[in-house]
């Protein structure tokens, strides 16, 4: 039977991890497949690492990636692929709202031919509308402005089979990247299943409404060069302004009618001036993600790999 690795993001989860981890063997002992679990410890300060050592001492599935730091989820969810051995790979969180349960189901999408199985929330317990509204208009923009229709509310709970997760390691390696967004776009057999989130078990979310707006802006930018063309939308839509405002100026002097542009100048200048700082700070925006692909720094360090003593959870 297919062995399935199982990708775990850990930042500062000591009040959940054990937890998750009883309930993520419980559910993953029913099946028949041979599974492997690598938590990957994104510099977690609070305890988390040696409880995730521990569980790699205790149990021979277990291994745990330490990265030298805090990298953020999405180079958590990467590290962790490029140390998977499986011939499928599922990544979840750790805070039980990616519910271990399941898991199941998704071997079976792969098992019946699926190269990505992305899991969309049905509903979303924590959720206030506000976020409901701001994550609906997210995936609007999104598939608005990219050639590729992405599946809305799909989370970072999501399986990809051995190929698909070849191609993350070697092709997709984005210093800026969407990655629940590229697993949608590499072109395999996918299927979306939905999933009710649970609230967090325990512990609180490390995303802030700021930082989750700030990914959502990262993401979109990644995605898609469509904010750049907002440039040529003003020049134009200014150029057609400037038309009229040239010629009602002309008719004006030829005729030795009296002006008073002082409105017109200031509705127009700060206009003017405004759109054009905004598309300064969209290219500036681009050029800082030209910056960091020609900085080629790595993606995330790894400061120690904690193995157990069986061979098929090494790398
Ligand atoms: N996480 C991580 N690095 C970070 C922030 C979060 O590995 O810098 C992990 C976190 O431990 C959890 C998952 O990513 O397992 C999702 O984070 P969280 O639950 O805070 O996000 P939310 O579910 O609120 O969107
Ligand atoms: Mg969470």
Redesign the pocket.
Known sequence: MDAISIVVSVYNEAEVVEQFHTELMRQTSLMDSPVDVIYVDDGSTDGSERLLDALAHEDPRVAVVHLSRNYGHEAAMIAGIDHAGGQAVICM?A?L??PPACIPDMVTAFRSGHDVVSMVRRSRADGTWLYRWASRSFYRIINRLSDTSLTPNASDFFLVSRRVADILRHDYRERSRFLRGIIQLVGFPRVAIEYDAPP?AAGR???SLFKLLAFSVTAIASFSKGPLKLAIYAGVFFALLSLLLIAYSLYMWLFHLPVSGYTTLVVFLSAFASILFFILGIMGYYIGFIFDEVKQRPIYSVRQVVHSPNPDCQS
């Open positions: 969180d805070d709202q990616n967090r979310s490390k995303y």
